[in-house]
């Protein structure tokens, strides 16, 4: 493999405002390419917004989704990649031949769509199904997976990817700066970010705090570092419906080291260059090169109910 230059990107979206988002998605992946990135990642329903979804009926939902690839963003996507000779990766809500609803990640070039990853722990709306596969797929000789948002708080999955043959893994997010029963989360007050300018350091400390980062570096350098994985997070900053978000979308090597992050409150993005040495170098390998199946797979795969349960969908906002 050769080496590979990815942008991680953060953006204020818009909801339910699809040629806003493809603006500002266009705009960051041509500024990429000119600075020679091969790859740019945005967060997740990127194309779409997120929480706002969670006031929507099927109907409205079914509005607002479109079908993979033939829909319209896809093929805008598409139109951007080739202008600029990027590959991007964005997300939406889609729609199915049977109006079934989902929420995916896709890949795609000049060509077309190379993957499409369905979430398998939605819950932004109880009209979403759950997707039922895991993606691998390649990019210029690199095997890649995706894991959106909560896909990459059950261990499991992020494994399993890894195990798949994934050596980069994209996880596309809108978290942090939401009510959670582990200690300091909450919500960020939105008049932080309306004075942003006149008093910056207020919100970074919000942003940096428990509510956001230090929650953030609690567990995602683990996942690379566990599964000697480069990982690009991206999340959005900024208003998302009546929440905010504090986006420091960053780019993480195997051995759990942060290569670049988002630091600003504008729409940026950051570049990293991935070298497949590393994949061999860190310490993840040899622990997944140690494993000892036989103790564990019956206790691993034994039957059980999922639940989730999801205390932030109303902000004191709404």
């Known amino acids: 493999m050769d080496k590979l230059k990815i942008a991680t990107a953060q953006f204020e979206h818009k909801s339910a405002d699809k040629a806003y988002n493809l603006a500002v998605i ?41 079908r993979v690839p033939d829909g319209e963003s896809t093929r805008q996507l598409i139109a951007i990649a080739a202008r600029y000779d990027i590959i991007i990766l964005a997300g939406l809500f889609e729609k199915d031949e049977n109006d079934n609803l989902y929420k995916p990640y896709i890949c795609i070039d000049k060509n077309g769509l190379i993957a499409k990853h369905r979430k398998l722990h939605p819950f932004i709306n109880p009209h979403l199904t759950a997707g039922q596969n895991y993606t691998i797929f390649e990019i210029k000789g690199w095997k890649c997976g995706i894991l959106i948002c909560y896909d990459n708080n059950v261990i499991e999955n992020v494994r399993t990817t890894k195990l798949l043959g ?61 599964n000697a994985v480069y990982v690009v997070f991206s999340n959005p900053t ?52 140690a494993r000892r199946p036989d103790l564990y797979r019956d206790i691993i795969g034994q039957q059980h109910e999922p639940t989730q349960k999801v205390v932030w969908l109303h902000s004191d906002n709404s």
């Open 238 to 289: 900024g208003m998302d419906d009546d929440q905010l978000k504090n986006g420091c979308s960053m780019i993480l090597d195997p051995f759990g080291d942060i290569l670049a992050e988002c630091h600003t409150f504008d729409d940026s993005f950051v570049t990293a260059i991935l070298t497949p040495e590393k994949l061999i170098q860190a310490g993840g390998n040899r622990y997944l090169n």
């Open 26 to 66: 266009e705009r960051l992946a041509k500024e990429a390419a000119s600075q020679g990135a091969d790859v740019i990642a945005f967060h997740e329903c990127s194309i779409t917004g997120y929480t706002f979804a969670r006031n929507l009926d099927k109907q409205q939902m079914l509005a607002i989704a479109e």
């Open 166 to 226: 994934a050596d980069i893994i994209f996880m596309p997010h809108v978290t942090m700066c939401t009510p959670s029963s582990r200690p300091g989360a909450g919500f960020v007050d939105p008049q932080l970010w309306q004075n942003r300018e006149n008093d910056p350091i207020s919100l970074r400390l919000e942003f940096d705090g428990m509510k956001g980062r230090s929650w953030l570096m609690k567990w995602l350098p683990a996942r690379a570092y566990d």
